[in-house]
């Protein structure tokens, strides 16, 4: 059994910043690939960011050099630094990762944290 925790999500005006955290525990082996995703009401989820276990990122287009994802391997933690947040960014973000257990290899999710942006 694997649970990413998500947490750092807030309310913040437009032009702030926030620091959302993950953190995977359970049975783990290694974890590849984690990520966050957010979904705007009405809207599917899109990625916002992802990082190997190589420290290889991709960012979604719509970022434009204001987040920054990092990790933590040794605590099985991802982050996401979010600056010059604006009204668009408001949504329920999520923490994905890719887990390889004793026993298999999955896709899990966590619970989402809540962003607000107010302009």
């Known amino acids: 059994q694997v649970q990413l925790v998500e947490s750092g999500g807030g309310l913040v005006q437009a032009g702030g910043s926030l620091r959302l955290s993950c953190a995977a525990s359970?049975?783990?082996?290694?974890?590849?690939?984690m990520g966050w995703y957010r979904r705007a009401p009405g809207n599917q989820r899109h990625l916002v960011a992802s990082i190997t276990i190589a420290g290889s990122t991709n960012y979604g287009d719509f970022v434009k050099g204001r987040f920054t994802i990092s990790r933590d391997n040794a605590e099985n933690t991802v982050y996401l630094q979010m600056n010059s947040l604006i009204p668009e960014d408001t949504a329920v973000y999520y923490c994905?990762?890719?887990?390889?257990?004793?026993?298999?290899?999955?896709?899990?999710w966590g619970l989402g944290t809540q962003v607000t942006v107010s302009s």
């Open positions: 359970g049975d783990i082996f290694s974890i590849n690939t």
């Open positions: 994905n990762a890719d887990v390889r257990t004793s026993v298999y290899t999955r896709n899990y």
